[in-house]
């Protein structure tokens, strides 16, 4: 089955939320994997410089961070639908 460009969009619209998302996080996985020739050390590097700006940013804005019972809760919201997406491809 060939599908161009268009009809491939129309296909993915037409699936339910989770199974969009789903596949958006795949196909952004699937460039960041071309692009991923970083060594260990400069991805760690990479975190380290993040952590500190978000430590920065929460520092600067309190009111910016969240607690942590409602961020284990988002967490646990969106692998919940990223199963259910790896089931209904099944």
């Known amino acids: 089955m060939d599908l161009d460009l268009d009809q491939l ?9 989770a199974a969009r998302a789903e596949l958006a996080t795949r196909l ?3 460039l960041d994997a071309a692009d991923a020739v970083e060594s260990p050390e400069a991805i760690a590097a990479a975190w380290e410089t993040e952590l500190n700006r978000r430590e920065k940013e929460l520092v600067s804005d309190p009111s910016l961070g969240i607690p942590a019972e ?3 809760g988002r967490i646990e919201k969106d692998l919940a639908a990223r199963r259910s997406a790896r089931e209904i491809r099944r």
Do not use: I
């Not at 969009?9 to 939320?17: E, F, I, N, Y």
């Open 9 to 17: 969009m129309q296909a993915g619209l037409r699936l339910p939320d």
């Open 28 to 30: 952004l996985e699937s």
């Open 70 to 72: 409602e961020a284990f």
